[in-house]
């Protein structure tokens, strides 16, 4: 595990800064073009370059998403784009389109090109080809068993890297290719626009064959018979890590910062054998997430990886430590309320099971009960040493 990579989302520059506190070696993240997420997570030209800084500053590396499905109009632009991504420094740019990598390649072939899982790359013929057009790295299709990974390691070159996801959402069509959300909403999720139908409720009926019955889960709210359960592969690293993977990838550039910084330092934990396994998945819970599976990576799905699309956290997150003001005292964003009295928990790139209990909350030097203007600043005090990025919470 000691050469292991990993990779970490952002999809804004306090997930970046998230990301890099809590231990990535990696960020992944998208610009201005063709990167698979709505554009609430896209960086412009100038907070890509500056997170790119920021990245390389503190010794990690910047893989910047390029990995729509082109359309015709798009193509004349690839080159310039890729010049500029490699002038403000980019590692590495992931990409689907077999159009878009031969657009890169012939103009900027010093930009190292990694294989986007939506590519569907699940055999080494593929991995083959994809290294005789320059790609440097295959993230495969999460599709693939550690037997499937085993095999195609052993039959690709040892220069091609392989990549592979090991938590978070999950998707119902192959490798993400899905047409639902156009089909109802006119929004491609081929095209980062995704609105997630499958996780809505729907009724299933099959008109000529009354007897036979799919299980649906169903709880108050409806049934979601296509939502699949999220990816939680922390206890099985070791596997995956024997079968040829050189990079584990966490999914969600549009999840929040918290989100960011718990997954990624769990998985930190996890890969330098610094935490104990049952601890580390108690942390995963206190995120937001639908229920956990391994995915395929011991053969086929199981049969009840759909869920009713409800998700679940022991924990809400209640702030953020901007400031360490001295004498105990800390300057804290809030981003959900907390009251005098309650249990706070503190997660720490610097330790691990910090709690206290709030005795002091000050709002513009008045003393009050409770913080519950989100995004305003709160003053409070903690007998542990807290550090600027911390992120507080708080149970269910």
């Not at 086929?300 to 003001?325: C, D, P, Q, R």
Request: charged letters at 20%.
């Amino acid at each position: 595990m000691n050469n292991i990579e990993l990779l970490s989302p952002a999809g804004s520059m306090e997930a970046v800064t998230a990301a890099v506190n809590f231990g990535a070696d990696a960020i992944y993240m998208g610009g201005s073009q063709l990167q698979l997420r709505a554009d609430a997570a896209a960086f412009d030209d100038k907070g890509l370059a500056d997170a790119i800084e920021y990245i390389h500053r503190h010794g990690k590396k910047a893989y910047i998403t390029v990995n729509c499905f082109a359309k015709n109009s798009e193509i004349d632009n690839v080159g310039a784009y890729a010049g500029f991504l490699h002038s403000i420094g980019a590692d590495a740019v992931i990409v689907s389109d077999i159009g878009v990598i031969h657009t890169i390649r012939n103009a900027c072939p010093e930009l190292e090109v990694h294989v986007s899982t939506q590519a569907n790359c699940v055999n080494y013929a593929s991995a083959m080809v994809y290294r005789s057009m320059g790609a440097k790295r295959v993230v495969l299709g999460r599709e693939m068993s550690l037997d499937e990974i085993a095999e195609l390691r052993a039959k690709v070159p040892d220069d091609l890297e392989l990549e592979a996801f090991v938590h978070g959402a999950m998707c119902m069509a192959y490798s993400g290719r899905c047409l639902i959300s156009s089909f109802l909403n006119n929004r491609s999720g081929n095209r980062g626009d995704c609105t997630q139908p499958c996780r809505w409720n729907y009724h299933l009926v099959e008109q000529t064959r009354p007897n036979v019955f799919l299980p649906i889960i169903e709880d108050e709210r409806g049934s979601a018979i296509l939502s699949s359960h999220d990816m939680n592969c922390l206890s099985i690293l070791d596997q995956i890590a024997d079968a040829g993977i050189c990079s584990f990838k966490i999914e969600g550039r549009m999840k929040s910062p918290y989100y960011v910084a718990t997954v990624t330092n769990a998985y930190r934990h996890a890969i330098d054998k610094t935490g104990d396994t049952d601890m580390l998945l108690r942390e995963l819970e206190t995120i937001s997430h639908r229920p956990y599976a391994d995915g395929f990576y011991f053969g086929e799905v199981k049969k009840n990886h759909n869920n009713s699309g409800a998700y679940t956290s022991s924990h809400i997150f209640v702030g953020v430590v901007k400031e360490v003001l001295g004498g105990g005292l800390y300057r804290v964003e809030e981003r959900n309320k907390f009251s005098k009295g309650e249990t706070i928990e503190v997660l720490s790139p610097h330790t691990v099971g910090l709690s206290f209990t709030v005795q002091h909350i000050l709002e513009d030097d008045a003393p009050v009960d409770s913080a519950n203007k989100p995004m305003k600043d709160y003053v409070i005090s903690c007998p542990h040493t807290l550090h600027a990025g911390d992120f507080l919470r708080k149970p269910n």
